[in-house]
């Protein structure tokens, strides 16, 4: 697409920090171009900027300004003619949410001048359901003008781990865990040292890239911002439906709830399989950085402040690791299942995943199942995830093939994930039903080995 000769428009969207402008900068390195960021100011101020950036890029002795954008542009195609060019607008969504003719015009622009161009521009976003409704969808005036849209997504672990390679396995999956698959986040993590060192050096000291950067990416996006860190707080801490997130603001939660949806922020997730009635609905932390920092950071800020870190990692973020990388394997391992989705590795091609959560009809007690997978007809695959340094036991097993018989399919496929395996009684009743046992070996080339795991 970037070597083409004729008009192309990319789409480009996704979370803030997840390496858009990196790639748009790269692309231009050996390339003729212009990018230009627009930011939360009035649209003259932004209008002002861009023309100066045209004209800094094309000098012309008789212009000095430009009234409007199609100006500009139309400045920008007499420059290009038909030669190959590189026009990226990131943040682009700071002006086409105030500007509101900004789309329109541009579709005059691709429409009618720009088709002759050898131009590529980038339109390029981090407000993710702006870019998704606004720019892509049917009732966009740009709607059919792209020719590719890419949704840039955090790094998945087994793409991570190349940024941590100085890291032994167990090493490398904590790192990830505190730091998400935002590439900048996880540079900062220097695997000569450890992780207890990283955290003190590169996330707690003062005048470190990763010190208050959730707080920092909030205030620059979000009016309010505390109610926003209200909520964040509270839902890393368990308070996951609406009425508890609203209750513990003192207001109605939806608008807030719905900005940090926008931003990618935040989750909305319902039971596998059961349709969205508003009612059973929970909210989750999408980005483990901003989970960690919420959990831990943000509530204990009296000890980063005094800079106590010593004293914060040792009594407060050590001790509650195991549970907080327990979330996180679950993660893994549902991101493996899909990277494994349509490959011999599983027994049937799924078209939904998700977790699950209700009464068992028989014991009237609360369950919930880690991960449930379904091709929308009759087979199901239920796993589970345990993440604790003892083999799972005969009980664990039998409690995966009780909960997998909530499930109303009857072509039932059950796999056990975990960190340390299974001890003998546990191996013998999860051989007999047919359980795919996998376990947590070594992160290297191959994510997951499967074993056949031998008796005790």
Same mark, same amino acid.
């Given at each position: 697409?970037?070597?083409?000769?004729?008009?192309?428009?990319?789409?480009?969207?996704?979370?803030?920090?997840?390496?858009?402008?990196?790639?748009?900068?790269?692309?231009?390195?050996?390339?003729?171009?212009?990018?230009?960021?627009?930011?939360?100011?009035?649209?003259?101020?932004?209008?002002?900027?861009?023309?100066?950036?045209?004209?800094?890029?094309?000098?012309?002795?008789?212009?000095?300004?430009?009234?409007?954008?199609?100006?500009?542009?139309?400045?920008?195609?007499?420059?290009?003619?038909?030669?190959?060019?590189?026009?990226?607008?990131?943040?682009?969504?700071?002006?086409?949410?105030?500007?509101?003719?900004?789309?329109?015009?541009?579709?005059?622009?691709?429409?009618?001048?720009?088709?002759?161009?050898?131009?590529?521009?980038?339109?390029?976003?981090?407000?993710?359901?702006?870019?998704?409704?606004?720019?892509?969808?049917?009732?966009?005036?740009?709607?059919?003008?792209?020719?590719?849209?890419?949704?840039?997504?955090?790094?998945?672990?087994?793409?991570?781990?190349?940024?941590?390679?100085?890291?032994?396995?167990?090493?490398?999956?904590?790192?990830?865990?505190?730091?998400?698959?935002?590439?900048?986040?996880?540079?900062? $993590?220097?695997?000569?040292?450890?992780?207890?060192?990283? %955290?003190?050096?590169?996330?707690?000291?003062?005048?470190?890239?990763?010190?208050?950067?959730?707080? $920092?990416?909030?205030?620059?996006? /979000?009016?309010?911002?505390? /109610?926003?860190?209200? !909520?964040?707080?509270?839902?890393?801490?368990?308070?996951?439906?609406?009425?508890?997130?609203?209750?513990?603001?003192?207001?109605?939660?939806?608008?807030?709830?719905?900005? /940090?949806?926008?931003?990618?922020?935040?989750?909305?997730?319902?039971?596998?399989?059961?349709?969205?009635?508003?009612?059973?609905?929970?909210?989750?932390?999408?980005?483990?950085?901003?989970?960690?920092?919420?959990?831990?950071?943000?509530?204990?800020?009296?000890?980063?402040?005094?800079?106590?870190?010593?004293?914060?990692?040792?009594?407060?973020?050590?001790?509650?690791?195991?549970?907080?990388?327990?979330?996180?394997?679950?993660?893994?391992?549902?991101?493996?299942?899909?990277?494994?989705?349509?490959?011999?590795?599983?027994? $049937?091609?799924?078209?939904?995943?998700?977790?699950?959560?209700?009464?068992?009809?028989?014991?009237?007690?609360?369950?919930? %199942?880690?991960?449930?997978?379904?091709?929308?007809?009759?087979?199901?695959?239920?796993?589970?995830?345990?993440?604790?340094?003892?083999?799972?036991?005969?009980?664990?097993?039998?409690?995966?093939?009780?909960?997998?018989?909530?499930?109303?399919?009857?072509?039932?496929?059950?796999?056990?994930?975990?960190?340390?395996?299974?001890?003998?009684?546990?191996?013998?009743?999860?051989?007999?039903?047919?359980?795919?046992?996998?376990? $947590?070996?070594?992160?290297?080339?191959?994510?997951?080995?499967?074993?056949? !795991?031998?008796?005790?």
């Amino acid at each position: 697409m970037a070597d083409s000769s004729q008009f192309e428009c990319l789409v480009l969207y996704g979370r803030r920090r997840v390496g858009k402008t990196y790639l748009m900068l790269e692309l231009l390195k050996d390339r003729p171009g212009m990018y230009f960021a627009f930011e939360q100011q009035s649209a003259p101020t932004l209008l002002a900027k861009f023309s100066e950036h045209v004209l800094r890029t094309f000098p012309s002795p008789y212009i000095s300004s430009f009234g409007t954008y199609e100006q500009a542009f139309l400045y920008l195609r007499d420059q290009i003619g038909s030669n190959p060019f590189v026009l990226a607008l990131d943040e682009f969504q700071y002006i086409a949410m105030q500007d509101h003719a900004f789309l329109s015009m541009l579709q005059n622009m691709i429409d009618h001048h720009w088709q002759k161009t050898g131009m590529l521009l980038i339109l390029c976003g981090s407000y993710m359901s702006f870019m998704e409704s606004e720019v892509l969808g049917a009732k966009s005036p740009i709607f059919g003008r792209r020719t590719a849209s890419i949704k840039l997504e955090p790094l998945r672990f087994s793409e991570a781990k190349g940024l941590l390679s100085g890291y032994d396995n167990l090493d490398a999956f904590t790192a990830w865990s505190i730091a998400g698959g935002m590439p900048l986040y996880l540079q900062q $993590f220097r695997t000569s040292a450890g992780i207890r060192e990283n %955290i003190l050096n590169n996330v707690l000291a003062k005048g470190s890239l990763l010190y208050n950067e959730p707080v $920092f990416a909030l205030k620059q996006e /979000l009016r309010e911002p505390n /109610l926003y860190f209200s !909520i964040l707080e509270g839902i890393s801490t368990g308070k996951t439906k609406y009425n508890e997130i609203t209750s513990s603001i003192g207001t109605e939660a939806g608008y807030y709830l719905n900005n /940090l949806i926008a931003l990618g922020i935040v989750r909305r997730e319902m039971p596998f399989g059961e349709k969205d009635n508003g009612r059973r609905g929970i909210y989750r932390l999408c980005d483990p950085f901003f989970t960690f920092y919420f959990r831990f950071i943000s509530r204990y800020n009296s000890l980063v402040e005094s800079e106590k870190h010593e004293l914060l990692w040792d009594q407060v973020i050590e001790p509650s690791m195991p549970e907080y990388l327990g979330h996180r394997f679950e993660d893994l391992c549902g991101e493996q299942l899909d990277e494994w989705n349509g490959t011999p590795s599983l027994p $049937f091609l799924f078209t939904g995943k998700g977790r699950w959560w209700g009464t068992n009809p028989q014991t009237r007690s609360q369950e919930e %199942i880690d991960w449930v997978a379904s091709d929308g007809k009759d087979q199901v695959l239920v796993a589970e995830c345990k993440w604790r340094r003892t083999p799972v036991t005969e009980q664990d097993v039998n409690k995966l093939i009780d909960r997998s018989a909530l499930m109303p399919q009857t072509s039932r496929h059950l796999f056990l994930f975990s960190r340390s395996g299974t001890n003998h009684q546990a191996w013998k009743i999860a051989d007999a039903h047919h359980i795919k046992q996998l376990t $947590f070996q070594d992160i290297g080339d191959v994510l997951w080995r499967i074993e056949d !795991i031998e008796k005790e």
